[in-house]
């Protein structure tokens, strides 16, 4: 918890496994864990995401016992319907 309010331009943020902090999670959670141990530091830092002196981070280590669910990639975008007969339309391929 936070007591008061944060220093000027300071942001709390969360490091997975000693990855890069960032401040944002997709649809406000961690998804995709591989089955077993993780560590999730919380701190306050500044605008490039150095932790500021004073404040104090909190560190927790948890399980995680299930595997990792797999990830499903988007649906294709829909199909463009047929050009009217007697039109040049150029053929485009749909993007992954």
Do not use: M
């Not at 936070?2 to 997975?16: K, M, N, Q, R």
């Not at 998804?31 to 560590?39: P, V």
């Not at 150095?50 to 975008?77: K, L, Q």
């Amino acid at each position: 918890n936070v007591i008061g309010a944060l220093p000027s331009g300071a942001t709390v943020y969360f490091s997975l496994d000693g990855g890069p902090p960032t401040t944002e999670y997709q649809d406000g959670g961690i998804y995709g864990l591989a089955r077993g141990n993780h560590t999730l530091r919380v701190f306050i830092g500044d605008a490039s995401g150095r932790e500021i002196a004073g404040t104090t981070g909190v560190t927790r280590t948890f399980f995680v016992n299930v595997p990792a669910a797999p990830v499903v990639p988007p649906p294709p975008p829909p199909l463009q319907p047929p050009a009217p007969k007697g039109t040049d339309v150029p053929f485009r391929f749909p993007t992954p």
